[in-house]
């Protein structure tokens, strides 16, 4: 899948899924909190505050919801930018509000990093920053400037000067760390989503494919009786027909016809795998099926058996599952992206498991990166030497992600390893001297001899019209 693809599926801008009702709503909610804290302060507590500039403040965050709702629709989505200046202002609100009321003295300072965790999970990267660096700004501005808490009686309310500079360090500290800690971990979450999202479709993909193909399978075998009596038929008139050939010439073109529409029918129907019968395949079948596509790419694709198979046991038959053929077609296509002329792919069973390996003669993996492969968005054994053997290709790591997540479907487990290591002096020149895939199911999770799996035998039914 290509980025451009991709970026449709992700939607681009994830700011532009935030809709302006979410944002009024979690407006209105630090109104209510807002005038809640200056009424128990003033009433309570005693405490002589600036009211008519607070409630200014305050005011003028009720006039923008009441503009936003009456001007804009409920269900409008916010661009990236109206978001930026949506929280930005309520920090600026926010900001003053703490300034007319004892600055870090408020223990409601904690506040401000509301707006730098929202800006985080929403914003790009370069506004998140622009967003944080405004709030550092504004917490050092409100450590020296804000007009002091009194009391009734006109005492000042005011922390010790350690206590004062304590909480701008720890403000400081939190806005950078959340603020960092909220943009990761709402990255890593849309990556995830995104990243499920397309191999679902890489498996839907597939399923339609392999629905498709059942049923030209099925019309390439219902109109098989009836080309072939066209076929007699023609052949039968050309005979006859010696003495006249204008006629004759008709009657080998209804036969001519006839030989290519069996052979469109017969092409079409190589992939028709709907029959209850071809539902499932030997394990050698299907590892040739996922491989087909990328026999002819100008490198040599070996297919074995383990040592482990022994030729005492008889081949297994496995389930023809689009999860496990999109995969290993994954895994297959990444092996001969980067060997450098041979892939080997070998396939294993006992009677407890079935295993696949898929190895290669290029680079292998980087060592560093071998426990985070599977990943998505990781891009692997990308160098200069990769870009002359694949110019044009940008990838983004989802390949094996989705392969990875396909077979994990299937209940195998997928390990990633390298046949030697590739930041190894001596030469490494030889066979299998690169990245080395393994796949092991349960025999009992794919075998379709198995009871459990004894729900896919059945009676063909006939196709009527």
């Known amino acids: 899948m290509s980025q451009t693809e991709f970026g449709l599926l992700a939607g681009q801008q994830r700011s532009n899924w935030i809709r302006l009702r979410t944002m009024i709503l979690l407006r209105w ?24 500039l607070c409630y200014l403040a305050v005011g003028v965050s009720v006039i923008g919801n009441l503009v936003a709702i009456f001007i804009f629709p409920e269900n409008k989505r916010l661009s990236e930018i109206e978001n930026f200046m949506m929280v930005l202002f309520d920090l600026l609100q926010l900001g003053f509000l703490l300034f007319l009321t004892g600055g870090l003295n408020n223990p409601f300072a904690l506040l401000l990093l509301g707006p ?51 909480n701008w360090i ?53 109109l098989g009786t009836p080309l072939a009596t066209i076929k007699l038929t023609s052949a039968e008139l050309m005979e006859e027909l010696d003495d006249r050939p204008e006629l004759r010439e008709d009657a080998a073109l209804i036969r001519e016809q006839a030989d290519r529409c069996r052979d ?13 019968h071809l539902r499932q ?26 040592s482990e198979a022994g030729d005492e046991m008889e081949q297994p038959a496995i389930l023809r599952k689009p999860e496990i053929i ?27 498991t ?34 002359r053997q694949r110019p044009g290709y940008e990838g983004m790591g989802l390949g094996l992600f989705i392969a990875k997540t396909l077979l994990e479907r299937t209940r195998a487990e997928v390990s990633f390893a390298n046949g030697s290591d590739p930041y190894a002096v001596h030469d490494t020149d030889g066979p299998r001297v690169g990245a080395i895939v393994e796949v092991t199911w349960p025999r009992s999770a794919i075998d379709a001899r198995d009871d459990e799996n004894a729900t896919l035998k059945g009676k063909n039914e006939r196709i009527t019209a």
């Open 326 to 352: 999109h995969g290993l077609r994954n895994l297959i296509q990444n092996a001969v992206d980067f060997a450098k002329s041979d892939v080997w792919v070998e396939c294993d069973w006992t009677d407890k």
């Open 281 to 306: 395949a030997p394990l050698m079948t299907v590892l040739n099926e996922a491989a087909e596509p990328h026999i002819n790419r100008g490198k040599e694709i070996h297919f074995g058996i383990g």
């Open 170 to 222: 720890a403000l400081v500290i939190a806005i950078c760390f959340i603020g960092l800690y909220s943009s990761r971990v709402t990255a890593e979450v849309h990556s995830m989503s995104d990243a499920l999202a397309a191999t679902q479709m890489a498996l839907s993909r597939e399923q339609k494919l392999t629905d498709l193909g059942g049923v030209v399978a099925a019309a390439a075998h219902e």
């Open 264 to 276: 469109i029918l017969r092409d079409m129907g190589r992939a028709g795998k709907n029959d209850i």
């Open 116 to 166: 730098v965790t929202v800006s985080a999970a929403v914003l790009n990267s370069r506004l998140s920053l622009l967003m944080g660096a405004t709030a550092i700004i504004l917490v050092t501005i409100l450590a020296e400037y804000h007009l002091p808490l009194r009391t009734v009686n006109g005492f000042i309310l005011r922390d010790p000067q350690i206590f004062v500079f304590g």
């Open 354 to 387: 079935i295993s696949i390996r898929i190895m290669d003669d290029g680079t292998g993996f980087p060592p560093f990166l071998l426990g985070r492969i599977g990943d998505p968005f990781l891009r692997l054994r990308r160098s200069s030497n990769d870009t």
């Open 29 to 52: 909610v630090a109104i209510v909190g807002q005038l809640v804290a200056l009424t128990v302060a003033q009433q309570f507590y005693g405490i002589r505050l600036e009211i008519g």
